[in-house]
């Protein structure tokens, strides 16, 4: 199944999007992260969520304004971004981390990723 972050869009500066993205049988699995890029730079990590939910992981750059959950029912990770700013355009990407080891925060630890959805902040 291919995975597809959706929720994406045109939001002016202050206003808030939820990003979506839908896993299949084996969501519970893994752990997951949001990571974004723009053109002519590299994948970004946003944030990231373990198996359970309990643990989380944010950019400084957006802590305080996005908040990363999991529903491990609708196999469904989630990213509320609340107070969105020019500077959050971008890119964003799900993506599926296996091993418990691996440094959440590099993109480098995850093996599966969904295509991304567009969020574009206008001033």
């Known amino acids: 199944v291919q995975l597809q972050a959706s929720g994406g869009g045109l939001v002016q500066a202050g206003g808030s999007l939820r990003l979506s993205c839908v896993g299949d049988a084996f969501f519970n699995s893994y752990a997951w992260g949001w990571f974004r890029q723009t053109p002519g730079k590299e994948r970004e990590f946003v944030s990231a969520?373990?198996?359970?939910?309990?643990?989380?992981y944010y950019a400084d750059s957006v802590k305080g304004r996005f908040t990363i959950s999991r529903d491990n029912v609708k196999n469904t990770v989630y990213l509320q971004m609340n107070k969105l700013n020019t500077e959050d355009t971008a890119v964003y990407f799900c993506a599926a981390r296996g091993d418990y080891n691996a440094d959440p925060l590099t993109s480098e630890s995850y093996f599966r990723w969904g295509l991304g959805t567009q969020v574009t902040v206008s001033s």
């Open positions: 969520i373990g198996w359970s939910g309990r643990t989380l």
